[in-house]
């Protein structure tokens, strides 16, 4: 059972360049979220998904975009990377809204330089 | 907006003490959710435990105890019989029943040291 899982597992982007990171759960899960973790921070939200098609902002979403075509998959896109971008970046997901836990993946950590 | 605040950025305890880490909230609800994660240096986010605020009786998952105490929004972490396994990053979070997307509030968290 493969969980909640994060690609790539380590980046670095030149200012300006743009990626993707993506995020795959295979436990039908309708709630996804990404959070950054900044060195030293607690997590952030950035956007969140509550199903296929829905997808809404969080604390933190300037410079990012996701899209939610599937259940399984919520991709994150940095557009014009910038260094403020640099961060360990984690993906969560959980079946419900009363969910015992979130399920997070092992973390991105990107560098922007 | 629900706010999270742990206010030891870090901590130390001696191998087979007890250690408590702090965490307050600020929520106007009644029903909603709080958790203890524990990140260690490979970066996993592992639950430590959960309590759910209708429930007054304190979370406990062996060594891992919280005291919650509802009125004061307050909800700490105690370890006990400390181990070295146990040093990590501790996160305690909020999470909401009613707002939507259920989303969850971290603290920016509490570094325990444990010394052999």
Not at chain 2, 11 to 16: G, W
Not at chain 2, 100 to 115: C, D, E, M, S
Request: hydrophobic letters at 35%.
């Amino acid at each position: 059972n493969a969980g909640v899982t994060q690609t790539p597992k380590f980046r670095i982007l030149k200012i300006g360049q743009s990626m993707t990171l993506q995020c795959t759960q295979d436990m039908n899960h309708n709630y996804m979220y990404w959070y950054r973790q900044d060195p030293g921070m607690g997590l952030k939200l950035i956007y969140y998904s509550v199903g296929a098609g829905i997808t809404d902002k969080g604390e933190v979403p300037n410079g990012y975009n996701v899209s939610r075509s599937t259940t399984e998959d919520f991709p994150l896109r940095l557009e014009l990377a910038a260094p403020s971008q640099t961060s360990v970046y984690f993906c969560a997901s959980s079946y419900s809204s009363i969910a015992k836990k979130l399920f997070f993946g092992s973390g991105t950590q990107l560098s922007v330089l | 907006a629900q706010t999270v605040t742990q206010s030891q950025p870090e901590m130390s305890v001696q191998e087979a003490e007890t250690v408590t880490l702090s965490c307050t909230y600020d929520t106007s609800e009644s029903d909603y959710y709080l958790f203890w994660y524990k990140q260690p240096p490979s970066r996993q986010m592992i639950l430590v435990i959960r309590q759910e605020a209708y429930k007054q009786q304190n979370a406990t998952e062996n060594r891992f105890s919280v005291n919650f105490q509802k009125a004061a929004k307050s909800f700490s972490l105690k370890i006990s019989d400390s181990q070295l396994g146990d040093a990590a990053m501790y996160f305690c979070a909020y999470r909401s029943v009613m707002e939507y997307g259920n989303k969850l509030v971290f603290g920016a968290g509490t570094i325990l040291r444990v010394k052999s």
